[in-house]
């Protein structure tokens, strides 16, 4: 039993144990405490200890036998330190070795000129902007690829050196993207001086108003070397995007936002 944070929201299928909450999040952490507290006794009270005592007249009890069968099966194969020192070696620590031997050979050669792009990329990062989205997806034909365009400002960055990527899927009740995908969008045609159109294919898979695609436009620096699984310089341009029902909680088309992308690490 725990709260679904760390490795129990991935292990966790309903019926090998049991969480607490539903992995809410609050400002007040006095709040969170108090909440979750009842939670946790009120799982104890009606779901864990009824279950436990809960036997026939073997005195076995199979439903909690089942619970900790269910436990067994789903989780000691996937959650293990055996599994998570294989994932960091094979994720991290055998490809940051590759990736040190590549940097550092010839004098340092990858290296000097992934200091150098990174500079220049900084230098001029702050040009780029998103101007605008076009995209053509009639709420009524679901499943058919529809194609959308985006301007994108790159200023002085050469358009080889950035990735314009569509994120969108559908929008839940709270205005929330459920099951997201990234599209990405090539094909950059010069429109104005520094100013360059994106364009790909975005499949809008559902119809109707519980369907309506919503996204962001985003850019990030784009060099061989971070393709080939390098760590990102934590930059990105971004602005949301809408489709049929214009439905932007946050951010109007064409405002530009800087974060640093968040990373996940295996655990055990």
């Known amino acids: 039993m725990s709260i679904l944070d760390g490795w129990w929201c991935e292990g966790y299928k309903g019926n090998n144990g049991w969480a607490i909450g539903s992995g809410e999040v609050y400002a007040d952490i006095e709040y969170q405490n108090e909440i979750e507290s009842r939670a946790l006794y009120d799982l104890l009270e009606k779901e864990m200890v009824p279950l436990f005592y809960d036997r026939g007249t073997d005195g076995i ?13 789903s989780l000691c194969p996937v ?56 995209q053509c997806c009639p709420g009524s034909s679901g499943g058919i690829p529809h194609p959308g365009d985006a301007q994108v400002f790159l200023g002085e960055v050469p358009v080889s050196e950035v990735a314009v990527e569509a994120y969108f899927g559908v929008l839940d009740s709270r205005g929330t993207i459920v099951g997201g995908e990234i599209v990405p969008l090539t094909d950059a045609q010069e429109i104005s001086p520094g100013l360059f159109s994106y364009q790909g294919d975005l499949e809008c898979r559902f119809c109707g108003r519980t369907a309506s695609c919503c996204g962001s436009c985003r850019s990030t620096p784009n060099w061989e070397y971070l393709r080939a699984g390098a760590a990102p310089l934590g930059m990105k341009v971004s602005a949301l995007l809408t489709r049929t029902l214009l439905l932007c909680p946050t951010l109007v088309l064409g405002a530009c936002s800087f974060m640093v992308p968040r990373t996940s690490f295996p655990g055990p």
């Open 61 to 73: 009890p199979r439903g909690w036998i089942a619970t900790m069968k269910a436990s067994l099966q």
């Open 79 to 134: 959650f293990s330190t055996d599994r998570m020192v294989r994932d960091y070696t094979e994720l991290f620590y055998l490809p940051a070795h590759g990736q040190w031997q590549k940097l550092t050979t010839n004098r340092m050669a990858l290296a000097t000129e992934l200091a150098a792009w990174k500079e220049r990329i900084h230098h001029g990062w702050h040009q780029i902007r998103v101007d605008g989205w076009r």
